[in-house]
């Protein structure tokens, strides 16, 4: 069955530093979003991304943050100046063509801890 | 209000019992709801997408009621393995918008 997947499984960064979160989605798959979860809290949307550019963003997701899809495959979420308070578990998700169900695939995540 | 609002629990419960959780959720506009399961530092795996028609799926039957705007979950003959958070989610609501809203979810824990 195929599955959306995520590296580095765990990342840790100093304050201030640049990361960049990996995933792939589902290979027939056309939305993919990044949402986060702060330990004991909910998860939260991030951005969604469609056709190569984003297609809704949070309040989150502020001038920090960008997407990319670099290639068919990969869709990164890069994190600038990284604050203490990004840490978090990432998760990619992936969902289907416009017209389809709505549901979305979670990756395994990535955990970010910033020091 | 909270966009999505379910009861924490925890909801401790013996094998074999039958438990229901209720969510609800503020915007009207809402288009698609789903439960979700989240193990302990996992990520969230679809249990089951959510119908007005009500949906079952073996021993799990999810309901819908929009003008209520409530959503249930009941499972029953539990396992241990059933034990996990349980999320109630909600499109974002508006054509074309697919942000899931997520409520914080309610603890399930099957005891032997």
């Known amino acids: 069955e195929p599955e959306v997947t995520q590296t580095p499984s765990h990342q840790v960064t100093q304050m201030g530093q640049e990361v960049i979160l990996r995933c792939v989605p589902i290979s027939n798959h056309l939305y993919f979003y990044w949402y986060r979860q702060i330990l004991g809290q909910k998860v939260e949307f991030l951005v969604s991304?469609?056709?190569?550019?984003?297609?809704?963003k949070s309040e989150i997701f502020d001038d920090q943050f960008s997407v990319e899809r670099p290639d068919g495959s990969n869709f990164t979420l890069k994190i600038r100046s990284t604050k203490l308070e990004d840490s978090a578990m990432y998760f990619c998700?992936?969902?289907?063509?416009?017209?389809?169900?709505?549901?979305?695939?979670f990756g395994p995540g990535t955990r970010l801890t910033v020091l | 209000r909270k966009e999505v609002e379910q009861d924490p629990g925890p909801f401790n419960v013996p094998e074999g019992a039958t438990v229901a959780f209720n969510c609800t959720y503020s915007?009207?506009?809402?288009?698609?709801f789903f439960w979700y399961r989240q193990d302990c530092r996992k990520e969230p795996k679809l249990l089951m997408s959510?119908?007005?028609s009500g949906n079952e799926d073996g021993r799990f039957t999810a309901q819908l009621n929009r003008a209520s705007q409530y959503i249930s979950l009941l499972i029953r003959d539990s396992k241990l393995s059933d034990s996990a958070t349980y999320l109630c989610v909600v499109n974002k609501a508006d054509t074309g918008r697919r942000a899931l809203t997520f409520g914080s979810g309610t603890r399930l824990q099957v005891q032997p």
């Open positions: 991304f469609y056709n190569n550019e984003i297609s809704e």
């Open positions: 959510v119908y007005s």
């Open positions: 915007n009207s506009a809402s288009q698609s």
């Open positions: 998700a992936s969902g289907g063509a416009w017209g389809s169900t709505d549901t979305q695939y």
